[in-house]
């Protein structure tokens, strides 16, 4: 299949977002993966960066930059996105708790989704924020499903162990007792695509006071049942424009 648009610049340009799409990404890696010389390759990264298209990692990989996720919901075709308010309201009433969605960007997450406790001691995380992969429940679910390779890759660095994750793949969820922050504790679930993929990470968060040392057994089936309905609603949206 020709996937040639007859417009050069833009079909290099889609195929180094295209290579972004599978992670962080080297100069090098860019190379090898387009099959672009590598100063075009390294031409094109730049410009897309220049339009927030691209971004650099902790480390100045290339990823996938934010504007991408404001275009998708500017044109309102990110569904996950454009659900997601009133689901994190209703799971913020049910658990009492500030609720987030989260996704990952290269070695960070980003908190793309927010609905906060309208009082009292809570975890405010404003939409927009670059968290840690190294730490919390929601990195642990962005974590626990990905690639062998990348899983070993960011237990390097991480609070929690590989045998954690594992006991996140088995239950389907995940929390954190001061992991990210001292005092904090938080559980998370996976949002995922109609094939199956992780792409999300639903969480409340709050102070260990309330949620406990076991937040878990408190807040766990109301964070499952949230991210099964925004997974539900993305199968949904693939079945109807199937």
């Known amino acids: 299949m020709d996937n040639s648009s007859g417009v050069g610049v833009l079909d290099k340009a889609a195929l180094v977002l295209g290579a972004l799409e599978q992670g962080p990404t080297t100069l090098a890696g860019l190379v090898q993966s387009t099959g672009l010389a590598r100063p075009t390759a390294h031409r094109l990264a730049v410009a897309l960066e220049h339009h927030r298209l691209v971004g650099r990692d902790l480390q100045g990989r290339f990823v996938l930059g934010p504007r991408l996720v404001e275009l998708a919901a500017a044109a309102g075709e990110d569904r996950l996105l454009a659900t997601a308010g009133p689901i994190l309201a209703r799971l913020r009433d049910i658990t009492g708790e500030s609720a987030q969605l989260y996704r ?7 908190c793309v989704a927010a609905a906060e406790r309208p009082s009292g001691l809570r975890d405010t995380i404003p939409v927009g924020a670059q968290l840690t992969m190294n730490a919390g429940s929601a990195a642990q679910v962005l974590l626990a499903w990905d690639d062998p390779d990348r899983i070993q890759a960011g237990l390097a660095s991480a609070s929690f162990s590989a045998v954690a994750l594992n006991t996140v793949r088995r239950r389907g969820w995940a929390q954190s007792v001061g992991e990210r922050e001292p005092g904090v504790a938080s559980v998370s679930a996976p949002v995922r695509a109609p094939a199956g993929k992780v792409l999300a990470a639903v969480s409340v968060s709050g102070p260990i006071e309330r949620l406990t040392r076991q937040p878990g057994r408190l807040h766990a089936p109301a964070v499952i ?17 199937g």
């Open 104 to 110: 990952r960007q290269g070695d960070v997450r980003i």
């Open 225 to 241: 049942a949230a991210a099964e309905h925004l997974s539900e609603v993305l199968r949904r949206a693939a079945v109807s424009q």
